[in-house]
C-alpha cells in the first residue's frame, strides 16, 4: 500500500524532472535559435562577399544567383592588383595609417597620463567634443591649408589628418587606463626621488602596455577604415586602400567579381585583426564607445 | 586593490595634502604636445571655418566679407531644408533600431553558451570593417534584378523590392544597412553595463518568484538606463553624421531623395567648391549636433 504510493510519487517526480528538462530543452533551443538569428545578418553578409569574390564572372551575373564557387578562382583578385595598381594604395594605407597611430601613441600616451594624474576632466571633454564633430567639418580649413602648402597630393595632409581620429582615440583609451592603474609604485619612485618624467617612464608606461596595445589597434582600425579624408585629399597616386576601392565601382565597367575582391582585400586586414584581438577591442570599445570619423 | 586604495589614502591622510597635487602643474607637460596637435589640427580648424563662413569663399581664389549673407541664405536654401528633414528622419530610425535590437543582443550576449566568443566576434564584424567596402557589396546585393536580396524575397514568395532604386524605399534601406553595421557598438555598450550590475536585486527577485520577463523588465532594465542612454547618444551623434555608406551606395540619390546634410555639405565644399557657404553649412550642423546630445543628456540628468 505505502509502496505504490511511494512507487506514484516517484513517478510523479519524475515525470516532473522530465518536463522540466524538456522545457529547459526547448529554452535552450529557443536561446540557440536568437543567437543564431543575431548573428546571421553578420555571417552571411561576409560569407556572401567571399562567396562574389571567389566566382567566376559567369557564375556572378547568374541568376538565380550561384551560392558556392565551383571551382573557386583566384582570377579576380589577381584582377584587382594587374589592373588596379592596389599594391600602391596599400603601401598608402599601410604609411598612413601606422604613420597616424605612431604619432597619436607618440603624443597621446603621455597626454592620457597627464589628464588622468592632473585630473583635467576638461581637457577630457574636448575630447568628446572632437569625437562629436563632423569628419567634413575640419576637412574645408584644413584642405585650403595643405593647398596653400602645396602638400595637397602627398601623403602628409593624410597622416596629418588623420591625427583628428587617432589622437582622441588613443588619449581616450589611455585616460581610462592610467586612472585604472593604483598610484603607489608611482608614488614609491617619486619618493626615492625620482622625476614625475622617470616615475612615467620606467613605472607606468610599463604597466600600461595592455592599455597601449588597446589603443593602437582601435587607432588602427579607425584609421585604415578611414574614406572621407582620402577622398578629399588623396591625389591619383596617394589613394588609400578605400578610396581605390571605391574608384573601381565608379570608373571600371561595373564587374562584380573583381570589385568583391577588391573589398574584401581592403577590409581583410581589419576583419583578421578583429578575430584575433577581439578580446581588446571589446574591452576598448565597451570602455568608451570609441569610433572614429 | 581595496587593501592598495586603503593605503593610499592612509598615506595621503598623513601627508596633510594628497601627494599628487603638489605634482599636479607638472603632469600637464604630459599633455602639451597632444595639446598643440589637437590645437593644430583640431581647435584651429573649427575657427578657421567659423572665419570662412561669413566670406565668400570660392576655391578659385576669390574671397570677400559677406558677414552674415550665407546664414540667412542657409535659412532660404530649399534643398539644405529638405536635407536636414532627412538628416533627422534617417536620425531617428537609425538611432532606434541599433538602440532596441543592441539591447536585445547584449541581454543574449551576457548568458554564458558554447562559442559565445565567436559568436560575439561574428557579430562585431560588420562595426569593424571598412565602411566603403561593406558598402559596395551592399550596393551589389541591392541590384534590383540580378542582387541577392531580391532572389531571397522572390524564393520565399515576396515581391522584389525596389531598394534603393527609389525615392520612398531608399532611406529606410540606408536604415537597414546603418543598423546592420552599429548595433554591435551599442551591444558592447549594454554588455559592459549588464556586466558591472549588483547581483543583490536578482537574488531577491529570485527570492520573490519573479518570472525572467519581469526581472529584466523591473530591475535590468531600470539598471542599465544610464549605459542605454550613453550609447544612443553616441549612435545619434553618429547616424546624424553618417557619411560613408550614404556616398557610396546612393551619392545622395535617386535624385536628391537621400541627401543628407553631410552629403550636401560635401557637395557644396568638394564639388561646387564653394568654401564659403558649405563653412557655414558646417557651423549649423555641427550646433545641430551639439543641441541634440545635449537635450539627450538633459534627459539622463533628470531622470
Not at chain 1, 547568374?62 to 578562382?73: G, N, R
Not at chain 2, 539598471?223 to 553618429?238: C, E, K, M, S
Amino acid at each position: 500500500m505505502s509502496g505504490a504510493a511511494a512507487g506514484a510519487r516517484m513517478q510523479a517526480a519524475e515525470g516532473r524532472a522530465r518536463r522540466y528538462r524538456m522545457r529547459r530543452l526547448a529554452g535552450r533551443i529557443g536561446f540557440g535559435f536568437a543567437v543564431l538569428m543575431l548573428i546571421s545578418p553578420a555571417l552571411l553578409f561576409f560569407l556572401w562577399t567571399l562567396s562574389l569574390a571567389f566566382k567566376n564572372e559567369v557564375d556572378n551575373m547568374a541568376f538565380p544567383p550561384v551560392f558556392i564557387p565551383s571551382p573557386p578562382t583566384l582570377s579576380n583578385f589577381i584582377d584587382v592588383f594587374e589592373k588596379n595598381d592596389f599594391l600602391t594604395y596599400t603601401i598608402n594605407s599601410v604609411i598612413v595609417s601606422f604613420g597616424a597611430t605612431g604619432l597619436a601613441l607618440l603624443f597621446g600616451v603621455p597626454a592620457g597620463y597627464g589628464i588622468a594624474k592632473s585630473k583635467a576632466t576638461k581637457a577630457a571633454v574636448l575630447i568628446l567634443i572632437a569625437r562629436v564633430t563632423p569628419g567634413l567639418s575640419f576637412l574645408v580649413p584644413l584642405f585650403l591649408i595643405f593647398q596653400w602648402l602645396g602638400l595637397v597630393g602627398t601623403l602628409t595632409p593624410l597622416v596629418i589628418t588623420h591625427l583628428v581620429i587617432t589622437v582622441p582615440i588613443v588619449v581616450w583609451v589611455m585616460i581610462g587606463f592610467f586612472e585604472g592603474l593604483p598610484n603607489e609604485l608611482e608614488e614609491a619612485a617619486l619618493v626615492d626621488g625620482a622625476t614625475i618624467w622617470q616615475a612615467f617612464r620606467h613605472v607606468a608606461l610599463p604597466l600600461a602596455r595592455p592599455g597601449i596595445t588597446v589603443a593602437m589597434i582601435l587607432s588602427f582600425i579607425f584609421s585604415w577604415n578611414n574614406f572621407i579624408f582620402g577622398v578629399v585629399l588623396a591625389g591619383r597616386e596617394t589613394r588609400t586602400l578605400p578610396v581605390a576601392v571605391y574608384n573601381v565601382l565608379t570608373f571600371e565597367q561595373v564587374s562584380w567579381g573583381p570589385l568583391a575582391a577588391a573589398a574584401l582585400v581592403v577590409t581583410a586586414p581589419v576583419l583578421l585583426l578583429t578575430l584575433l584581438m577581439q578580446k581588446e577591442i571589446v574591452a576598448g570599445l565597451t570602455a568608451g564607445g570609441v569610433k572614429g570619423g | 586593490m581595496s587593501a592598495s586604495v586603503a593605503a593610499s589614502a592612509s598615506a595621503r591622510a598623513e601627508g596633510g595634502k594628497p601627494r599628487g597635487a603638489n605634482y599636479a602643474r607638472h603632469y600637464w607637460a604630459f599633455a602639451a604636445p597632444a595639446a598643440a596637435v589637437v590645437g593644430a589640427v583640431i581647435v584651429f580648424p573649427w575657427l578657421f571655418t567659423l572665419f570662412m563662413s561669413v566670406h565668400d569663399w570660392k576655391v578659385t581664389g576669390t574671397v570677400s566679407y559677406v558677414g552674415l549673407a550665407n546664414y540667412t541664405h542657409l535659412f532660404t536654401d530649399d534643398r539644405f531644408q529638405w536635407a536636414v528633414l532627412r538628416t533627422l528622419y534617417f536620425t531617428l530610425f537609425a538611432t532606434l533600431a541599433p538602440v532596441v535590437l543592441g539591447v536585445i543582443a547584449a541581454v543574449c550576449f551576457a548568458q554564458k553558451f558554447p562559442l559565445r566568443g565567436l559568436a560575439r566576434t561574428i557579430f562585431i564584424l560588420p562595426m569593424m570593417a571598412t565602411p566603403v567596402a561593406v558598402s559596395l557589396v551592399w550596393t551589389m546585393m541591392f541590384h534590383p534584378q540580378l542582387g541577392v536580396l531580391n532572389y531571397i524575397l522572390t524564393s520565399i514568395g515576396l515581391p522584389p523590392a525596389t531598394w534603393v532604386y527609389q525615392a520612398n524605399t531608399v532611406i529606410p534601406t540606408l536604415v537597414m544597412v546603418e543598423t546592420w553595421q552599429w548595433t554591435p557598438l551599442v551591444m558592447l555598450i549594454v554588455l559592459g553595463g549588464l556586466a558591472s550590475l549588483p547581483t543583490d536585486p536578482y537574488e531577491a527577485a529570485v527570492l520573490d518568484g519573479a518570472n525572467p520577463w519581469q526581472t529584466f523588465r523591473h530591475i535590468t532594465l531600470p539598471l542599465l538606463w544610464p549605459f542605454i542612454l550613453v550609447a544612443a547618444v553616441l549612435r545619434l551623434i553618429d547616424a546624424l553624421k553618417a557619411f560613408d555608406t550614404i556616398y557610396v551606395i546612393t551619392g545622395g540619390g535617386p535624385g536628391t531623395s537621400s541627401e543628407t546634410i553631410n552629403i550636401l555639405l560635401y557637395q557644396t565644399a568638394f564639388a561646387y567648391y564653394d568654401l564659403g557657404y558649405g563653412s557655414a553649412m558646417v557651423v549649423v550642423f555641427f550646433v545641430l549636433i551639439l543641441l541634440i546630445s545635449m537635450i539627450l543628456l538633459r534627459v539622463r540628468t533628470s531622470r
